[in-house]
């Protein structure tokens, strides 16, 4: 059961825009900046957003972040097939004790 | 560039202890945390912890506390993580990462190829 919570699945075709959800609550999300994690299977997670909105240096545009209260988003345009993925939200729990969490992931599929 | 490479797949019977490398480069290893992350099959991320790789000041997720330990080599560029009694739902692939500044709540801005775990009897 993982702390903040996002859609298990979504699906788009190629071209087309994606969102994917992440909804926690005030003491993490809340009080803390989300970041978005792409992991494609057999490699390493990578930042994908960091600040809720930023994107590190590499990352093309077609990927976004915003986040209102208790919740972000993930915007995904132009998808592509090598965009097909697990997507994991993340932000600090708001105490040393419990960390950061995540969330349990999306996979999104490119159809 | 920054690389994180992580040490080698281990297979470990239930009580075992488990200890995990992950040499660091690219970087200056003691301005910036490291953090440990691990994905059981078919499931999601979990944040097991961080060190302050300056001072070796460590904070681990309850789960964890009194089974895990974190330690740094700085004179190596290398963060080791030890597990110890270890069951079968550790079995799990372990990721090093580093934070994108010194504390634990900077995001994770690489990643190691991560460490296969298997524990089984």
């Known amino acids: 059961q993982s702390v903040l919570t996002q859609p298990p699945s979504v699906s788009a075709a190629p071209g087309q825009k994606v969102t994917i959800s992440c909804s926690g609550g005030?003491?993490?999300?809340?009080?803390?900046?989300v970041s978005w994690y792409q992991h494609l299977p057999g490699t390493a997670p990578k930042l994908l957003i960091y600040?809720?909105?930023k994107r590190p240096s590499g990352i093309p545009d077609r990927f976004s972040g915003s986040k209102s209260g208790t919740s972000a988003t993930l915007g995904i345009t132009g998808l592509q097939t090598g965009d097909e993925a697990d997507y994991y939200c993340?932000?600090?729990?708001?105490?040393?004790?419990?960390?950061?969490?995540f969330g349990g992931g999306t996979k999104l599929t490119v159809l | 560039q920054v690389q994180l490479v992580q040490s080698g797949g281990e297979v470990k019977r239930p009580g075992a202890s488990v200890t995990f490398s992950c040499k660091a480069s690219?970087?200056?290893?003691?301005?910036?945390?490291i953090s440990w992350v691990r994905q059981a099959p078919g499931q999601g991320l979990e944040w097991m912890g961080w060190i302050h790789t300056f001072s070796g000041n460590t904070n681990y997720a309850q789960k964890f506390q009194g089974r895990v330990s974190m330690t740094t080599d700085t004179s190596t560029s290398t963060a080791y993580m030890e597990l110890r009694s270890l069951r079968s739902d550790d079995t799990a692939i372990y990721y090093c990462?580093?934070?994108?500044?010194?504390?634990?709540?900077?995001?994770?801005?690489?990643w190691g190829q991560g460490t296969l775990l298997t524990v089984s009897s």
């Open positions: 690219g970087y200056t290893f003691t301005s910036y945390g």
């Open positions: 990462t580093k934070n994108s500044g010194m504390s634990a709540w900077y995001p994770s801005d690489f």
């Open positions: 993340g932000t600090w729990a708001g105490s040393l004790n419990a960390g950061v969490v």
């Open positions: 600040e809720n909105n």
């Open positions: 005030s003491s993490n999300i809340g009080n803390n900046y």
